[in-house]
């Protein structure tokens, strides 16, 4: 339902009072209300569910404008490569150009790069797919209408899980459970110290992932901090001169954004893609 009451949030941005904290805030967090128009006052309120309780963990699954936009970057993804796929042409036409260069980048400079000729291949779906979805995620969110769900530390944690997952899954299938985990000591270490060194390798797994987690969530968090932030002198200093420089800078943070969105895709997957390939490859 759309709704056309002011939140409280609008009123204190139209009264032009100085609470640009507040505002910052409710346009980068997570909430059950999505702007679709970009303009005060016209809401879509998302369902909201009451939590249970399942083995002690409360899970709550009402639909937030984060799990709104993650729907929404799947099926574009999805539709976008079934428009561009075309089984009986050998040679892609128009678009389906841009996104071949894009996947062979992702099977050639990433996953064979990072796994090997043959691992790399194996797992070039799945980090196309982080690519693609966590790019298209990201560039959401410089449209007013949507907003990105990246900056979500659960989504960031959910495409951590993935890559951990799969690293301990494809590592002990490889080489064994005993033998996986084995490896992560390296060799040579006296045996004194290597429960020592084990528990500071497990840590260290733990802590690779953990860093996937908060560097896409922290740099797509604060690049949308800062654009508010220099929008919003304008409602500080409460004049118009004050567009002159913080709307040329807002545009270079616009645009730095748009790199940033591809810059932080291709680090998660090609982090996905080392550590993979050191689960399975441990020798390497």
Not at 75 to 91: D, E, G, P, R, S
Not at 257 to 264: D, G, K, N, R, T
């Amino acid at each position: 339902m759309i709704s056309e009451q002011h939140s409280a949030v609008s009123d204190t941005l139209s009264a032009g009072e100085e609470n640009l904290g507040q505002w910052i805030l409710h346009h980068s967090q997570n909430s059950d209300v999505w702007d679709p128009i970009p303009f005060p006052g016209w809401h879509i309120h998302l369902p909201v569910f009451e939590p249970f309780q399942l083995f002690g963990i409360t899970i709550d699954l009402s639909i937030t404008n984060h799990v709104v936009m993650l729907w929404i970057a799947g099926l574009f993804v999805i539709v976008l490569f079934m428009l561009t796929y075309n089984a009986k042409k050998k040679i892609p036409s128009g678009f389906g150009h841009i996104l071949e260069l894009l996947v062979l980048f992702v099977r050639d400079d990433i996953a064979i790069a990072n796994m090997g000729e043959k691992e790399g291949k194996k797992f070039t779906p799945l980090l196309v797919t982080f690519f693609f979805f966590i790019l298209m995620a990201n560039l959401m969110g410089l449209i007013p209408a949507f907003s990105t769900a990246t900056s979500n530390i659960n989504v960031t944690a959910g495409l951590a899980l993935i890559t951990f997952g799969s690293t301990q899954v494809y590592g002990i299938a490889r080489n064994g459970f005993i033998g996986y985990y084995k490896n992560l000591v390296p060799h040579g270490v006296p045996i004194l110290l290597w429960p020592l060194m084990f528990v500071i390798e497990l840590m260290g797994l733990l802590a690779k992932h953990v860093a996937l987690t908060i560097r896409l969530f922290a740099n797509m968090t604060a690049g949308h901090i800062v654009l508010f932030a220099l929008l919003g002198l304008i409602i500080v200093f409460k004049t118009s001169l004050m567009s002159i420089v913080s709307v040329p800078f807002g545009i270079f943070v616009y645009f730095l954004e748009i790199l940033v969105a591809f810059i932080q895709a291709y680090i998660f997957t090609i982090l996905s893609a080392l550590f993979i390939g050191m689960s399975v490859n441990p020798e390497h």
